[in-house]
């Protein structure tokens, strides 16, 4: 396993949101958390990336994170939050952003730094909008230019909060495709907060349901498509049809 997660409460403003949380997301495959609006979804990717207080402990690559100085963390573990900036410099400046955790204290990169610089803007599909600022694209492009400074950044372990939140269908499927693939491809634990269910059953190996702050449910896409819990917890009907699944 490369992230570990048990966490007995996390806090907002002093006040514990989430509590009894425990599971584990292991190299080459993706765990999608999912739950309605309010369910704790964005405060575990907060306790993840130890921006919020909690109880218990966190675990990327074996290395217990409450233990280490930022930059340390920032070689384990990649997060792109579901709000995201877009300041005024080019989508290959944001890129290169993410060889900062590596650099030394005169912060030139080296040979190696440019080459996975490159390596990340091909596979995010970024050549022809490299030059282009983060304030001119859209916000599909927006969100793949960010992938791609988490792939120069390079860690093991990456966490994705709402990654295709307000996305169109086919940039939609162009980052979730993408992500499987680098997750498969680099052997990466990736955990990814997913608002549309069919995608988190289409391309997660296992699902974290939570509710009201509350896990209900940590395990395989097909022992939970075994339950009645995701119709449960949305108060959805679920429709099976040549192999697809949806919920209405």
Do not use: W
């Not at 950044?153 to 499987?180: C, H, P, S, W």
């Amino acid at each position: 396993m490369s992230i570990s997660v048990k966490i007995e409460d996390a806090y907002y403003k002093n006040k514990s949101v989430l509590s009894d949380v425990h599971f584990n997301c292991e190299n080459g495959k993706i765990t999608a958390i999912i739950g309605r609006n309010g369910s704790g979804k964005s405060t575990l990717v907060s306790a993840i990336a130890q921006q919020v207080k909690y109880e218990g402990e966190i675990f990327a690559s074996d290395i217990l994170m409450s233990s280490l100085k930022e930059k340390e963390r920032a070689r384990l573990l990649s997060v792109i939050f579901q709000k995201i900036k877009a300041p005024h410099i080019t989508v290959k400046d944001l890129v290169s952003l993410g060889r900062s955790p590596y650099l030394s204290l005169m912060g030139r990169m080296s040979k190696n730094d440019l080459d996975i610089i490159e390596k990340a803007i091909l596979d995010s599909d970024l050549r022809v909008i490299e030059d282009k600022y983060l304030d001119e694209i859209s916000g599909g492009e927006l969100k793949r230019a960010y992938f791609g400074m988490m792939l120069a950044q390079g860690t093991e372990n990456i966490v994705l909060d709402e990654a295709t939140a307000f996305m169109d269908r086919d940039y939609e499927k162009r980052l979730l495709d993408l992500i499987k693939k680098t997750v498969k491809k680099l052997n990466k634990c990736c955990v990814l907060v997913m608002h549309n269910l069919e995608n988190a059953i289409k391309y997660a190996d296992n699902i974290l349901l939570l509710e009201n702050g509350k896990q209900v449910f940590f395990g395989t896409t097909e022992r939970i498509l075994n339950t009645d819990l995701i119709e449960k917890s949305f108060s959805l009907k679920r429709i099976t049809t040549n192999e697809i699944t949806v919920f209405v």
